[in-house]
Antibody
């Protein structure tokens, strides 16, 4: 059974760097084709894809946010970390990590999400 | 700034059929497959449909998806109270350096 869970700060100040961790189980980055992504949702607004990392460490970023985002996976291969620099109040959102179905651009398992508020 | 456009709302009475449209362009729906997600209030999104018309295990067959050109559609047959939720379409977009785009979202209300 695949599960994912996000963790990180609930409140960050403007200009700070946000670091979020996605801890998962039920799959491994040692398996070819595995990928994990991050998606966010501002309160009352639509979903917005941010980044994705593949089993082979290939990465994809939302072009408009690429300069601020970094996605990595740890050596034990059970966590994915997303960092976003220069946080702004408009970045206030619920941040989700999700498992991408192998060979499909679709996210079949999602974490519960974590609300991050950017405020001084 | 979603590039996939959905109607803001849709509604129906229990048992009715409701269809939600998703309008895109050649760089997204026109070139790639469409997924649909359902998001219950206060919950994470859940995959409802992928590859235009494929249901993940556990999704009942009263949900169906289709795609034609640069548009896609999700139909919910036999509407139930638990179907009241937000629905999002999504697809890979080949423009710029590529990105995954979601629709604007449709709130389905069961009357």
């Amino acid at each position: 059974q695949i599960t994912l869970k996000e963790s990180g700060p609930t409140l960050v100040k403007p200009t700070q760097t946000l670091t979020l961790t996605c801890t998962f189980s039920g799959f491994s980055f040692r398996t070819s084709g595995v990928a994990v992504g991050w998606i966010r949702q501002p309160p009352g607004k639509a979903l917005e894809w941010l980044a994705l990392i593949y089993w082979d460490d290939d990465k994809r970023y939302r072009p408009s946010l690429k300069s601020r985002l970094t996605i990595t996976k740890d050596t034990s291969k059970i966590q994915v970390v997303l960092t976003m620099t220069n946080m702004d109040p408009v970045d206030t959102a619920t941040y989700y990590c999700a498992h991408r179905r192998t060979s499909h651009w679709t996210f079949d398992y999602w974490g519960q999400g974590t609300l991050v508020t950017v405020s001084s | 700034q979603s590039v996939l456009i959905q109607p803001p709302t849709a509604s129906g009475t229990p048992g009715q059929r409701v269809a939600i449209s998703c309008s895109g362009s050649n760089s997204n729906i026109g070139s790639n497959t469409v997924s649909w997600y359902r998001q219950l209030p206060g919950a994470a999104p859940k995959l409802l449909m992928y590859s235009n018309n494929q249901r993940p295990s556990g999704v009942p067959d009263r949900f169906s998806g289709s795609k034609s050109g640069t548009s896609a559609s999700l139909a919910i047959g036999g509407l139930q109270s638990e179907d009241e939720a937000d629905y999002y379409c999504a697809a890979w977009d080949d423009s710029l350096n590529g990105l995954y785009v979601f629709g604007t979202g449709t709130k389905v209300t069961v009357l």
